[in-house]
């Protein structure tokens, strides 16, 4: 099949060679050049601009930053909307607020262009595996129809979450419960620390238990070496706590946790942290205690 896709960064230059690899014909675009000829050279075509892309294929994907980038790169100059025709199919990849992809769907409806809202978790590893967990919120007959050769050439699971924008509802909870993890993480093993009891210890003792979780298998060791490579940064999560207490609000659901964490992590990024893993939390309890974690 030959499909658009557009935004070749961190995920998007994996994504699209594994649709190579499945035998798909991709036509990209991005504004970095040298994203775009690092995929060019794996064997996708140019386009010059969405709209090109669009012009060229009946389902187009997007794996962009955010709400604005998605909207400018749908809707704006040179945008998908400009090249579409009636019966394209948009897969929005991309992790954004919920209620703008409502809005973007239903510009695209009026084109006769079906979106949906199909954001992933997994990060770059599971990028390259192709084995990316994606949740997808939209019209469940186009979901059907892109499930086998499109969604799980990229994932190793497409759930259909309901309608269009439950994909980011989904993604807006997985970070939630992600970044109030890695918070009470930090925060536990501040509390071993000062208590002189040894941090690599306590996450020994306790990782088959209970309070063992994904989080701590892979956050607690880059705690203790006070290794904070992204991975996911604190920058990128901001981004996503901001579309969760925006829809939080808008649909009137108190999250007081997401809350504090935010203000955490807001002042790692104005301690100068915005581009360290979401694991630099633990700097987070090091700076109010003047004690390391590791
Ligand atoms: P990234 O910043 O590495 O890549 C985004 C790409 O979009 C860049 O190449 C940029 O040049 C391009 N772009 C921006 N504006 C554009 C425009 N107007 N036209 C064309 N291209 C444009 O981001 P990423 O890490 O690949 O993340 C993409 C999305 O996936 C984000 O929403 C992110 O939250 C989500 N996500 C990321 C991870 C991760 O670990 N990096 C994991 C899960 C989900």
Known sequence: MKLGFIGLGIMGKPMVRNLL???HEVVVFDIMQENVAAVVADGAKAGTSAKDVAAQCRTIITMLPNSPHVKAVVCGENGISEGAEEGDILIDMSSIAPLVSQEIGAECEKLGVKMIDAPV???EPKAIDGTLS????GDEAVFDRVKEDILLK??????????????????LSNQVIVALNIAALAEALMLAAKAKVDPALVL????GGLAGSTVMNAKGPMMLAHNYIPGFKV?????DLTNAL???HKVGAP?????AVMEMLQTLHADGCGQDDHSALAKFYEKLTGTQIG
């Open 121 to 123: 978790s997994g990060g």
């Open 235 to 239: 920058d990128l999560h901001i981004k």
């Open 134 to 137: 994606i949740m997808v919120g």
């Open 154 to 171: 990229m994932g190793a699971s497409a759930v259909y979450c309901g309608g269009l924008g439950a994909g980011n509802t989904t993604k």
């Open 21 to 23: 690899k499945a035998g």
């Open 204 to 207: 020994q003792a306790i990782q």
């Open 246 to 248: 925006e829809t939080a």
């Open 255 to 259: 999250v007081p946790l997401t809350a």
